[in-house]
């Protein structure tokens, strides 16, 4: 029996348990017993690296303030421990068996990451030779390659967080350099892992790929101009051609990369639409990428370039599509990501051939028919096209992420091709990126855009979230005011059947249409929101009564379908995750509709809280968590801004100065009645009895008439009291000229406002001179009307500080 100081006193939390773990895992790596036949498998390889990373069995840090007795022995035992491990792992990195040593590579992968700073500076060398060896080595097969540069990334990327190290590390990262370039000569399919390596180096290792600079840019260029390599591969390839400039660190690599991937694309594009546009698109372009008197910059070779004989289907599909694909994500990637200096982006060559793209549609634009353009090429490229197309958009959304409202002096190119474009796109994919293209724009550019985009925005919108407006929840704005589905009898299709109830008309009108996806009802939700949100504050009669009118539509719906309140079939195909989404996406956009400025209240606000309501009962998901938001959001527009209840002194000076009644402007145009009329809104706080508005109505008047008493009685002080000096003048909220012409009494330089009992009390049955004061709402000729004109009338004009002003 073990002794009883061999067992665990805080159980889980005991720090003894680490080293013990770390040295059992490391006794599962020896290579004898039962074990050997499936201890390096994926599986088992997945259970130790999850245990390593749970527990931190490599970190050999104690929680700060721990004083155990037996502190020393526990650190000189974890130290141990992995001590142990690492040298178990460098045992089977060095193993001859490929299975060893890609299990023992990865494992040396996670050690990298978890084990202290002063472990790696100690060893980093010791790992890096281990390492080196197995990528040189010819005899390694595939996955050990893998896992070796992937261990060498990781292993570079946190050395470069030491300064220390900084120059061997470097002199290391040199070293790696042409085995990767030789790597990529081949058809290795395990280059990807090598190509994160190279973009390691790139970003934190500059100096090492300087020297070498024209090599690596000539192997990258050749990969991808050849388009032997999958798609990921290619874009692999295509990141680290956009990262090569950052070994240089100047504004003429950046530029001449940048000149030379836009030239590749716009030879590329004259072979493609030859006879499919207008001639002279691609000189055109030309003269923009290289302006007279300058020369152009050496072009990369293609190698492995397809024969002209090669099947234009073959050629189009294996050659042109990925060389396209991949030289538009390097500008993406070169337009998208930081650079350490300040460079020129060519902004008209790249709109202009943005525009080329996305004008051809396909359609043979010269009765001149080309060798080239027969009508397999043209069925086989109409194929292609949108493909082509989502390349370019995502190239037009790189240039707005990088220029942002830079573009602005450029708006015109990209709204006229991007809008001419919407009107003819209708594949789903194509139309859900135009959707976030125009809300990019809206984002980067701001409201004078959206005078440009609205129509657009709204008129696609209307399609793609109406659908020939099937279950209508609320009727037009005229009929606007309840969630009722429309009683009015439609045919739909072919069919003669009328039908008087919403599922009829559903299921009419699904029979004759096809739903549109649920992405692309998400991308419009998105870009109504952010068109509400960015121009809403115009005036934008012409859209926005419709814009509402869909929010509230599509959110009822959408938050039926979650709920599991309506039927299934309004979602076919679509998952759950998918539904939610879409449901969220448009309580979003409903929420930017009732917040949006106008200048009525929002038409739905009443089904709007509703919607929020009931979203606020499904706990546990994010359309509750929004929903909840959504009416602390909504209180502003729910209840006016409350008299205070406590009565502050005003200052006797600023007594009649002061605009007193600002907030009570508003009350009567919240409530709809006058102050003295508040009509009860029945149970708020959800008591189990209603409390009556009638108590709060009354003590908000006895708040107001005792504020009225008090500024009267301070007003008549102030006035009987103080002297205003010849160079003050009255605010503009009590002006001279409204003043009765007998209650001034000019006293040489200092004018004295004397009012006595008998003006501050009612004149002949009419309102008091300080109570018309109050009331903002009463302008100067409403005042004048109520004081006595015989007296105004025969009143001597009043100087004040060399001001003239007459009483009427």
């Known amino acids: 029996m073990a002794p009883f100081s061999d067992y665990l006193t805080d159980g889980v939390n005991d720090l003894r348990l680490k080293p013990r773990i770390l040295r059992s895992l490391t006794r599962d790596l020896d290579d004898t017993g039962d074990r050997r036949s499936r201890l390096f498998d994926g599986e088992e390889l997945a259970n130790i690296l999850e245990k390593v990373q749970l527990h931190g069995l490599l970190s050999e840090v104690l929680p700060e303030g721990y004083a155990g007795k037996d502190e020393a022995k526990l650190r000189e035992e974890w130290r141990s421990a992995v001590d142990a491990w690492i040298e178990r792992l460098l045992l089977l990195v060095s193993d001859k068996m490929p299975q060893k040593c890609w299990a023992g590579t990865c494992l040396l992968g996670v050690t990298i990451g978890e084990c202290t700073s002063e472990r790696l500076v100690a060893s980093y060398a010791v790992w890096f030779e281990k390492l080196l060896q197995n990528i040189q080595a010819s005899s390694n097969n595939r996955f050990v390659y893998e896992a070796s540069y992937a261990c060498l990334s990781d292993l570079f990327t946190r050395l470069s967080s030491f300064p220390n190290v900084k120059k061997e590390s470097t002199s290391f990262s040199g070293r790696l350099v042409q085995p990767v370039l030789q790597l990529m000569d081949g058809d290795g399919s395990f280059m990807e892992a090598?190509?994160?390596?190279?973009?390691?180096?790139i970003k934190f290792y500059p100096s090492a790929i300087y020297r070498c600079y024209d090599k690596v840019e000539s192997a990258l260029a050749s990969k991808i101009m050849s388009g032997n390599s999958n798609m990921e591969a290619l874009k692999k390839i295509s990141g680290a051609l956009a990262l090569l400039p950052h070994a240089k660190g100047d504004s003429g690599s950046w530029s001449v990369i940048m000149q030379k991937l836009m030239i590749s694309i716009n030879l590329l594009l004259n072979d493609v639409f030859e006879g499919l546009e207008e001639e002279g698109k691609g000189p055109e372009i030309m003269k923009l990428l290289v302006p007279a008197g300058m020369e152009a910059p050496p072009l990369w070779d293609q190698k492995n370039k397809p024969e002209e004989n090669t099947h234009a289907t073959r050629r189009l599909r294996e050659s042109i599509s990925p060389l396209l694909c991949s030289l538009t994500y390097s500008c993406c990637?070169?337009?998208?990501?930081?650079?350490?200096?300040?460079?020129?982006?060519?902004v008209r060559p790249l709109l202009t051939l943005i525009g080329r793209v996305l004008n051809v549609d396909g359609t043979l634009v010269s009765k001149t028919v080309f060798p080239s353009t027969t009508s397999l090429y043209q069925e086989l490229l109409c194929s292609e096209l949108p493909t082509f197309h989502l390349y370019i958009l995502d190239l037009l959304i790189a240039t707005i992420k990088g220029l942002k409202s830079q573009l602005l002096p450029h708006a015109a190119s990209v709204v006229q091709p991007v809008t001419d474009y919407f009107r003819r796109a209708t594949h789903p994919s194509i139309r859900a990126k135009v959707y976030y293209t125009l809300e990019l724009l809206l984002h980067s550019m701001g409201v004078g855009m959206s005078l440009y985009l609205a129509e657009h925005v709204v008129s696609n919108a209307s399609i793609d979230l109406d659908e020939g407006r099937e279950s209508i929840c609320i009727s037009k704005l005229g009929n606007a005011g309840s969630l009722k589905s429309s009683p009015k009898k439609r045919k739909r299709g072919r069919s003669s059947s009328q039908s008087n109830g919403v599922e009829e008309e559903t299921n009419s009108v699904?029979?004759?249409?096809?739903?549109?996806?649920l992405f692309v009802k998400i991308a419009a939700l998105r870009a109504m929101g952010t068109l509400l949100s960015v121009g809403g504050s115009l005036k934008s009669e012409s859209w926005r009564l419709e814009a509402d009118r869909l929010l509230i539509n599509l959110a009822t719906k959408?938050?039926?379908?979650?709920?599991?309140?309506?039927?299934k079939y309004l979602c076919i195909g679509e998952s759950a995750t998918s539904q939610e989404e879409c449901c969220l996406v448009a309580l979003q956009a409903l929420l930017s509709s009732l917040l949006s400025p106008s200048h009525v209240r929002p038409p739905y606000l009443s089904q709007g809280l509703?919607?929020?309501?009931?979203?606020?009962?499904?706990?546990?998901?994010?359309?509750?968590?929004?929903?909840?938001?959504?009416?602390?959001?909504?209180?502003?527009?729910?209840?006016?801004?409350?008299?205070?209840?406590?009565?502050?002194?005003?200052?006797?000076?600023?007594?009649?100065?002061?605009?007193?009644?600002?907030?009570?402007?508003?009350?009567?145009?919240?409530?709809?009645?006058?102050?003295?009329?508040?009509?009860?809104?029945?149970?708020?706080?959800?008591?189990?009895?209603?409390?009556?508005?009638?108590?709060?109505?009354?003590?908000?008047?006895g708040v107001e008439q005792e504020r009225r008493e008090y500024n009267r009685e301070a007003a008549t002080l102030s006035f009987e009291t103080e002297k205003i000096e010849s160079s003050s003048v009255l605010p503009p909220q009590a002006p001279v000229d409204l003043l009765p012409s007998q209650d001034l009494q000019n006293t040489g330089r200092d004018t004295k406002y004397t009012v006595s009992q008998d003006t501050v009390d009612d004149r002949q049955g009419?309102?008091?001179?300080?109570?018309?004061?109050?009331?903002?709402?009463?302008?100067?000729?409403?005042?004048?009307?109520?004081?006595d004109s015989e007296s105004s009338d025969s009143a001597p004009p009043v100087v004040a500080d060399g001001l003239d002003t007459e009483s009427d």
């Open 333 to 346: 990637i070169m337009l998208t990501n930081p650079y350490p200096v300040q460079v020129i982006i060519p």
């Open 510 to 517: 699904i029979a004759g249409k096809k739903s549109t996806p």
């Open 558 to 567: 959408s938050l039926n379908t979650f709920t599991g309140k309506a039927e």
């Open 766 to 787: 009419k309102k008091s001179y300080y109570d018309l004061l109050g009331n903002n709402s009463l302008g100067g000729k409403e005042l004048m009307n109520d004081s």
């Open 610 to 701: 509703e919607l929020f309501q009931k979203g606020k009962l499904e706990i546990g998901t994010e359309v509750a968590t929004f929903c909840e938001k959504a009416l602390l959001a909504l209180e502003v527009l729910i209840h006016p801004r409350d008299i205070p209840l406590v009565n502050y002194p005003i200052p006797i000076a600023a007594a009649v100065s002061i605009n007193e009644f600002d907030d009570d402007e508003m009350h009567p145009g919240w409530w709809g009645a006058s102050d003295d009329e508040i009509q009860p809104l029945g149970d708020v706080n959800g008591d189990t009895q209603p409390q009556s508005m009638e108590v709060d109505a009354q003590k908000s008047q």
């Open 194 to 201: 090598a190509i994160d390596l190279l973009c390691t180096l």
